[in-house]
T-cell receptor, first 115, second 116 residues
């Protein structure tokens, strides 16, 4: 079974600053994917970034980057140059690769961007 | 990214009635779709995996007869909440993904169900 742990229930960051959201995972499988989703107050889940377990380089998507440390089983999300619109709930998730398998989510981190 | 449409976005119904929620993949075919439930300030809880042309696979503790799932085509899955009660009030959200290998799932906008 897979498990995702997000230890930061809430985070504050000033506009234009960078912020790191922590995520650790646990699995006995070797082939898996790690994901980050953003959930604004409207409720929709927005896919941000993906990292495969065999990917040697950290994933980046615009202002989002995933700091993947396999030995530590961590997959932290780094948001650079924070914007007010980044205020939302952020969920880390994982699944096994190769099949359309279910996502296991963490409890989420609420990010608040301040002026 | 891929587009998943979910309808309705908000529904209010009387206790005892049934409510149908639709989830459509608009620009890709999805052999598998997923249905989640989310309580306020909590994470997503997987309810069931919807497989095109076959029966859904329900997670432990989810009542199959209460939450009917149909996946009749590669672009449409429906969740019907039967004989709804106030405790069924929640946020329901579906997902699907065109990338089987990576399993990147794209989500619908969700449905807020209020049962009076």
């Amino acid at each position: 079974a897979q498990k995702i742990t997000q230890t930061q229930p809430g985070m504050f960051v000033q506009e234009k600053e960078a912020v790191t959201l922590d995520c650790t995972y646990d699995t006995s499988d070797q082939s898996y994917g790690l994901f980050w989703y953003k959930q604004p107050s409207s409720g929709e889940m927005i896919f941000l970034i993906y990292q495969g377990s065999y990917d040697e380089q950290n994933a980046t998507e615009g202002r989002y980057s995933l700091n993947f440390q396999k030995a530590r089983k961590s997959a932290n999300l780094v948001i650079s140059a924070s914007q007010l619109g980044d205020s939302a709930m952020y969920f880390c998730a994982m699944s096994l690769t190769g099949t359309a398998s279910k996502l296991t989510f963490g409890t989420g981190t609420r990010l608040q961007v301040t002026l | 990214g891929a587009v998943v449409s979910q309808h309705p976005s908000w529904v209010i119904c009387k206790s005892g009635t049934s409510v149908k929620i639709e989830c459509r993949s608009l620009d890709f075919q999805a052999t598998t779709m997923f249905w989640y439930r989310q309580f306020p300030k909590q994470s997503l809880m997987l309810m069931a995996t919807s497989n095109e042309g076959s029966k859904a696979t329900y997670e432990q503790g989810v009542e199959k007869d209460k939450f009917l799932i149909n996946h009749a085509s590669l672009t449409l899955s429906t969740l019907t909440v039967t004989s709804a009660h106030p405790e069924d009030s929640s946020f329901y959200i579906c997902s699907a993904g065109p990338h089987i290998a990576k399993n990147i799932q794209y989500f619908g906008a969700g449905t807020r169900l209020s049962v009076l």
